[in-house]
């Protein structure tokens, strides 16, 4: 048994003689290596979860993305924002005179109704809108029949002269002077002392988008486009013939016009030369010729249609 128990050891002991010692060195440096690598893994990782648990809890000025990872933090709260990362706040002010706010604010605006401005003028039968824009007009209308009148009162040859009716700016009485001399009408005007033709001009609200209503007063004319009760058949005082370039004066000069090309007369005929021109005809008439002109175009109409 003694000797079973020697030759083992001996055995042992040639095992160990035989093994290479360079071999065995780097066996035992290369465990180390490896040993002292995952202690070096191990510390990295447990001083970076320590200081991301640092940075979580006391966040650099409040900068960076306070929010976990994928795959840790779960089950914690995110951080609350900066207060420079908050959406600005509008002021309550802004929010109201912007029409903002919940149901609940907006419910108790349309309880609260219209303000006092707008209730005048729902009461008065009106509305804001319609109102400004009457103005405006008015404005408009108003600036440039003064400058109309500038304009006229600056004429050297005193072509034409203009007189408000009871002082209103948009209701004019205007004299014409003078028509072609070589014409029968300037004689006409002549022989029975007829020193100007009176016509009247009155402007609508959207002058000068819109052309005057025109008709003559006196003396009563024959011919020359002059119609019953005065009113006058030239398509620049249509709606559809108008543009706002046209001044009273150059309206006038073409007035004048017309008369001599349609061989426009003085009325001499007893009884009927007295009888003064109606407003009411005038405008029943100037109607009657813009729808016929409609139909037909501005040529000569039918017989049939007057």
Not at 165 to 191: G, I
Request: hydrophobic share 35%; with cysteine; aromatic share 6%.
């Amino acid at each position: 048994m003694a000797t079973l128990l020697r030759k083992i050891g001996l055995i042992r002991l040639h095992n160990r003689d035989t093994e290479d010692p360079k071999h065995h060195h780097n066996h035992r440096g290369g465990g180390g290596q490896q040993s002292a690598s995952l202690r070096g893994k191990g510390g990295a990782k447990s001083g970076g979860h320590k200081q991301q648990q640092q940075q979580q809890q006391h966040p650099p000025g409040g900068a960076g993305d306070a929010s976990p990872g994928p795959g840790k933090g779960k089950g914690k709260r995110a951080a609350e924002p900066t207060p420079r990362d908050k959406p600005p706040q509008p002021a309550a002010g802004a929010a109201g005179a912007a029409g903002a706010g919940g149901p609940r604010e907006r419910a108790a605006g349309a309880r609260a109704g219209p303000g006092p401005a707008a209730a005048a003028a729902v009461a008065a039968g009106g509305s804001l809108v319609p109102a400004a824009r009457q103005q405006h007009c008015t404005q408009v209308r108003s600036r440039r029949l003064m400058k109309e009148l500038q304009d006229i009162a600056r004429l050297s040859d005193r072509f034409i002269s203009v007189e408000l009716v009871d002082e209103s700016l948009f209701d004019w009485n205007v004299k014409l002077h003078q028509v072609d001399k070589d014409s029968v009408l300037w004689q006409d005007m002549k022989e029975t002392n007829t020193e100007f033709i009176l016509l009247n001009l009155t402007f609508p609200d959207n002058f000068p988008f819109s052309p005057p209503f025109m008709r003559v007063l006196s003396p009563r004319l024959e011919n020359g486009y002059v119609l019953d009760g005065g009113a006058i058949c030239m398509e620049l005082l249509t709606p559809r013939g108008w543009s706002s370039a046209y001044t009273v004066e150059a309206v006038m000069r073409q007035f004048a016009a017309s008369l001599v090309k349609g061989q426009g007369r003085i009325c001499r005929k007893a009884g009927k030369s007295k009888k003064s021109f109606s407003r009411k005809e005038a405008e029943a008439t100037f109607k009657s010729l813009v729808k016929t002109h409609e139909k037909y175009g501005w040529v000569t109409p039918p017989v049939s249609d007057g």
